[in-house]
Nanobody
């Protein structure tokens, strides 16, 4: 599975951005695609995940109600719509995919098999 992330950029606090992650190559019915983010000196942090087979979504508490993860079937793409952005959302965002995951592990970066390149999101105050 190859992942190509796009989107990101600079936005003022309260604004919106949308990230996309396109999956290519072999895909699996049990695929879980997720987004993580990382700031300098910190570990990668779980943001959101989408289970392809069921459409189930999962969010970190810090983004719940502001971010929405969804899929575009036709394009094998997962999108992360980020609204009401805050300066603390500033980070490099990474998309990831796992062949299969149990719910208790989907917030752990170690559980993901494939990673896309990071994309910078900067929110100014």
């Amino acid at each position: 599975v190859q992942l190509q992330a796009s989107g990101g950029g600079l936005v003022q606090a309260g604004g919106s951005l949308r990230l996309s992650c396109a999956a290519s190559g072999r895909t699996f019915s049990g695929l879980v695609m997720g987004w993580f983010r990382q700031t300098p000196g910190k570990e990668r942090e779980f943001v959101a995940a989408f289970r392809w087979s069921t459409g189930s979504t999962y969010y970190a508490d810090s983004v719940k109600g502001r971010f929405t993860i969804s899929k575009d079937n036709a394009k094998n793409t997962v999108r992360l719509q980020m609204d009401s952005l805050k300066p603390e959302d500033t980070a490099v965002y990474f998309c990831a995919a796992a062949v299969s995951l149990i719910v208790s592990r989907l917030r752990s970066e170690r559980a993901y098999d494939y990673w896309g390149q990071g994309t910078q999101v900067t929110v100014s105050s």
